[in-house]
């Protein structure tokens, strides 16, 4: 069966310091991954998708970055994180080559920007 | 521009009660709409998934219909229950521009014991 992991589970950091978190899924290949960021009492924003290794699509112009350096691997980083980068991060992947199917979704990151 | 609202925001009801979530949706060119439940600090768990050439899913005590002319979903819940509670939130997969999934605000449910 396939499981998607997320860490940190929580997050507080400095504006101005750097980012990463880190998603990773087990039990199938070749993944489409996605970071979304849920802020309190809205919806989920999509921020970045990816279809295959090295290919980063992104949703929402911001001072976020991601990257895919491996097949089950998505990572979310920043220089320099601002106040507005608080949220709930999630993680989240559907079947290979399929963008139009479910996706499941991890447990997720909450980070705190102070 | 696809644009998913859920009302209520908020709703309380007490245990045994029959209730319906709605979600509505602007843009009726869409693959499909998926339900999802969320609990506090939580991912999201999908519940129901409605391609859009169906009218309807079940299981077990939650039915989902679809109404694509009309721009509209509701979710069906069935002798409510507190473990119910939980924050529910409607998706809209578009079939164009990518087939991007947006994702409606939630509508958070307590279920008084």
């Known amino acids: 069966s396939q499981t998607i992991h997320q860490w940190p589970a929580t997050l507080v950091q400095p504006v101005g310091s750097p980012l990463s978190l880190e998603c990773t899924v087990e039990?199938?290949?070749?993944?489409?991954l996605y970071w979304y960021r849920q802020a309190a009492g809205r919806g989920l924003q999509l921020l970045f998708y990816s279809v295959g290794i090295g290919q980063i699509s992104s949703e929402v112009p911001q001072n976020l970055s991601a990257s895919r350096p491996q097949d089950r691997q998505f990572i979310l980083s920043s220089k320099k994180l601002l106040l507005s980068d608080s949220g709930f991060y999630l993680c989240?992947?559907?079947?290979?080559?399929?963008?139009?199917?479910?996706?499941?979704f991890g447990p997720g990151t909450r980070l705190t920007v102070l | 521009k696809q644009e998913v609202t859920q009302i209520p925001a908020a709703l309380s009801v007490p245990e045994g009660e029959n209730l319906v979530l709605n979600c509505s949706f602007t843009?009726?060119?869409?693959?499909?709409l998926q339900w999802f439940r969320q609990d506090p600090g939580k991912g999201l768990t999908s519940l129901l998934l409605i391609q859009s050439s169906q009218r309807e899913q079940t299981s077990g005590r939650l039915n989902a219909s679809l109404d694509k002319s009309s721009g509209r979903s509701t979710l069906y819940i069935a002798a409510s229950q507190p473990g119910d509670s939980a924050t529910y939130l409607c998706?809209?997969?578009?079939?164009?521009?990518?087939?991007?999934?947006?994702f409606g605000a939630g509508t958070r449910l307590f279920v008084k014991a």
């Open positions: 039990g199938t290949s070749n993944p489409n």
């Open positions: 843009d009726s060119a869409i693959y499909n």
């Open positions: 998706a809209v997969k578009g079939n164009t521009g990518g087939f991007k999934t947006i």
């Open positions: 989240a992947w559907s079947e290979s080559g399929v963008l139009t199917d479910t996706q499941y």
